[in-house]
C-alpha cells in the first residue's frame, strides 16, 4: 500500500507539472526549459519557509507563487520581445542560474547537500501527518492546477494563446498584445509549477538540487510532447508514461548487472515508438512546432 | 478616422522602398494603392501598421502619432489589416478565427478568463455574431471547418471577414482579389463595396485594374518608392506617368 501511495503521489506530482507545462508549451507554442527551477522555487520556498517560520501551507503557496511570479517575469520581460529562439535561450539560462543559486547559496540552500527533515505541511493549524492525508492533498491541489489550466486553455485567453502559437504576426494586427499574452501565460505556468514544488518537498522531506536541474526540465517537456502538446488528456497521459513505465519495469527479472541499462534503453525505445508512429504525442493533434499549414 | 503620413522613407540594404511619401486620406471611402512590382506599395502598409519602422517621417492615425507604437497598439487604434499571403490561424477552425478576432482584451484577460468574469456571455455574443458575419459572406455552413480546406479565394475572404470583425474604422487590404477565381473575385469586391455603407476607410493594394474602377472612391499610385499620381479613378488612370510607369512609353 505505502509503494501505491508513493506512485500515486509521484503521478499526481507529474500531472500538475505537466499541466503547468502545457500551458506555455502546448498552447502558447513556447519552449520553456526551465520548468524545473520554478518547481525548485516552490520546493526550496517551503522548505525555508516551514523549517524556519512554522509557515501554513497557504502562506508557503503564496510566497513561492510570488519568487516564482517574480523570476517568470524577470526572464521573460528582456527576451519575450525576441524570437521565441532566444526565449529558449533564456529560459535555459534561468534553469542554469536557478541551479546555480541551489547549488551555492549555502546559507539557505545548504548546497549539494540539500535541506533535510522537512516536516509535514501545517493546515488549519494541524500537520497533515499521514501518507494517505498527503495523497489526498496531493490530490485537491494537482486537480486546481488542472482545473485552472483547462479552464484557460478553453477561455478567450487560451483562444488568444493559440492564435499566438498559430501565427504571431497576424495575431498582432488583430490586436493581440502577444508578449504580454505570453508572459502571463509564462508567470502563471511557472507559479503552478511552484506550487507542485511546495507539495514534493513536503512529501520528499528532503531536496537537493539534483530534483531541479536542466535534465529534469528536459523530462517534463519529453513528457508533454509524447502525451501530446495542448490536448485535453495530453499532459496527464505524458505524466502516466513517463512515472509508471519505469515502475512497471521493476517487476521485470532482470540480472542485477545490467538492470538499470536494460530498463533504461526498454524506456528509452518505448519512447522513439511513440515519437516515430506518434509524433503528435499520444493524445495530441498536433505535431510540436508544425502548428501551421503554411 | 483620417491616416496622415508625412515624408515617409524606408530602405533594405541601401534599397529605397519609400522616399519622402507623404499623404492624407479621408475618414471614409475606398482608397486603391496601385503601382508596378517593387513600387513600395507594401512597405507603405507595413509602416503604417507598425510592422515596419521608417527611417525617417512620421504617421498619425486620427491625430496620434504612431512612431512609438507597436501593431497590436495601431490595431486597437482601429487599423486593421490582411496581408499578401494568406494569413490565418490555421489551427483554429472558421469560426474561432472569427471570434478570435472579435474578441478583446478585458474579456481575454487571464484574471477574467480563469474567473469566469462575464466571459461566457461575451464569447456566447461574440459567437452569435462571428456566425452572422460568415453568414454574410456565405461561409456559415463551413463554420466548423479548418481553413486549409476551403479554397484560395474562401479563405482570402475569411481574412477580410476576421480584419472587418475587429471592427476598426480603417481596414487595409494587400491585393484581396489576387489569385482568386471571377466569381470569388466579385464575391470580396461586393463585401469590400459594402463597407462603404459603414463609414469605413478602406485602402486596399491590387493589380486588377477592373477591380479597381469598380469600386475604388480614388486611387494612389506609387513607383519607385514615391507616389506619382492621386485622385479619382478615371483622371489618375488616364495620366500620362502612370501609364508610362505601368505599361511602358
Not at chain 1, 502558447?28 to 517551503?46: E, Q, R, S, W
Amino acid at each position: 500500500m505505502p509503494y501505491l501511495i508513493h506512485v500515486a503521489i509521484q503521478l499526481l506530482l507529474y500531472v500538475g507539472l505537466a499541466y503547468a507545462l502545457d500551458l506555455v508549451l502546448g498552447t502558447t507554442g513556447i519552449l520553456n526549459v526551465c520548468h524545473a527551477g520554478f518547481y525548485g522555487i516552490g520546493a526550496y520556498t517551503a522548505a525555508v519557509l516551514c523549517q524556519t517560520y512554522h509557515s501554513p501551507l497557504w502562506f508557503e503557496f503564496a510566497i513561492a507563487g510570488l519568487v516564482a511570479a517574480i523570476a517568470a517575469v524577470l526572464i521573460s520581460l528582456p527576451s519575450m520581445r525576441l524570437h521565441d529562439d532566444f526565449f529558449v535561450l533564456a529560459s535555459f539560462a534561468l534553469q542554469v542560474i536557478l541551479s546555480q543559486l541551489m547549488l551555492n547559496w549555502k546559507s539557505v540552500t545548504n548546497g549539494a547537500l540539500g535541506i533535510s527533515g522537512i516536516p509535514a505541511p501545517i493546515l488549519w493549524r494541524h500537520n497533515v501527518l499521514g501518507k494517505t492525508d498527503l495523497l489526498l492533498l496531493t490530490l485537491a491541489i494537482v486537480g486546481c492546477i488542472v482545473w485552472s489550466v483547462r479552464n484557460l486553455q478553453s477561455s478567450p485567453f487560451g483562444r488568444a494563446l493559440c492564435a499566438i502559437r498559430a501565427d504571431e504576426i497576424l495575431a498582432q494586427a488583430l490586436g493581440k498584445p502577444t508578449v504580454k499574452y505570453k508572459m502571463a501565460a509564462f508567470v502563471i505556468s511557472g507559479s503552478l509549477a511552484s506550487a507542485v514544488g511546495v507539495l514534493y518537498a513536503h512529501y520528499m522531506t528532503f531536496i537537493d538540487p539534483s530534483s531541479f536541474d536542466a535534465n529534469v526540465s528536459i523530462t517534463f517537456i519529453t513528457l508533454v510532447i509524447l502525451g501530446g502538446a495542448g490536448s485535453r488528456w495530453g499532459p496527464a497521459l505524458g505524466a502516466a508514461l513517463v512515472v509508471l513505465l519505469p515502475e512497471g519495469l521493476r517487476f521485470i527479472d532482470i540480472p542485477n548487472s545490467v538492470g538499470p541499462n536494460v530498463k533504461q534503453i526498454i524506456f528509452s525505445v518505448c519512447l522513439l515508438l511513440v515519437l516515430i508512429f506518434r509524433p503528435q504525442g499520444l493524445a495530441g493533434h498536433h505535431e510540436f512546432g508544425r502548428f501551421t499549414t503554411e | 478616422m483620417s491616416v496622415f503620413c508625412r515624408e515617409l522613407t524606408k530602405s533594405f540594404d541601401g534599397v529605397t522602398a519609400l522616399r519622402d511619401v507623404s499623404l492624407k486620406l479621408s475618414d471614409q471611402g475606398i482608397v486603391a494603392l496601385i503601382g508596378p512590382n517593387g513600387a513600395g506599395k507594401t512597405t507603405f502598409l507595413n509602416v503604417i501598421t507598425g510592422f515596419e519602422k521608417p527611417d525617417s517621417g512620421s504617421t498619425e492615425i486620427d491625430g496620434t502619432s504612431i512612431a512609438s507604437l507597436r501593431p497590436f497598439e495601431i490595431a486597437r487604434l482601429g487599423v486593421s489589416r490582411t496581408f499578401q499571403q494568406v494569413r490565418l490561424f490555421w489551427d483554429m477552425s472558421i469560426i474561432d478565427n472569427v471570434i478570435c478576432a472579435r474578441q478583446g482584451e478585458p474579456v481575454e484577460g487571464p484574471i477574467r478568463s480563469l474567473a469566469k468574469l462575464g466571459v461566457r456571455a461575451e464569447d456566447r455574443r461574440n459567437r452569435r455574431d462571428a456566425e452572422r458575419a460568415l453568414a454574410s459572406v456565405k461561409l456559415d455552413g463551413l463554420a466548423n471547418v479548418m481553413p486549409q480546406n476551403l479554397s484560395y479565394g474562401q479563405q482570402k475572404l475569411l481574412s477580410i471577414v476576421c480584419a472587418v470583425e475587429t471592427e476598426a474604422r480603417t481596414l487595409i487590404f494587400d491585393e484581396p482579389v489576387s489569385g482568386v477565381d471571377a466569381r470569388m473575385r466579385d464575391e470580396v469586391l461586393q463585401v469590400l463595396d459594402q463597407l462603404k455603407n459603414y463609414r469605413r476607410l478602406i485602402l486596399f493594394i491590387e493589380h486588377d485594374m477592373e477591380a479597381v474602377r469598380a469600386i475604388a472612391d480614388e486611387v494612389v499610385v506609387m513607383d519607385q518608392g514615391s507616389i506619382i499620381a492621386f485622385g479619382a479613378p478615371e483622371e489618375v488612370l488616364s495620366h500620362s506617368e502612370v501609364i508610362a510607369a505601368f505599361w511602358g512609353k
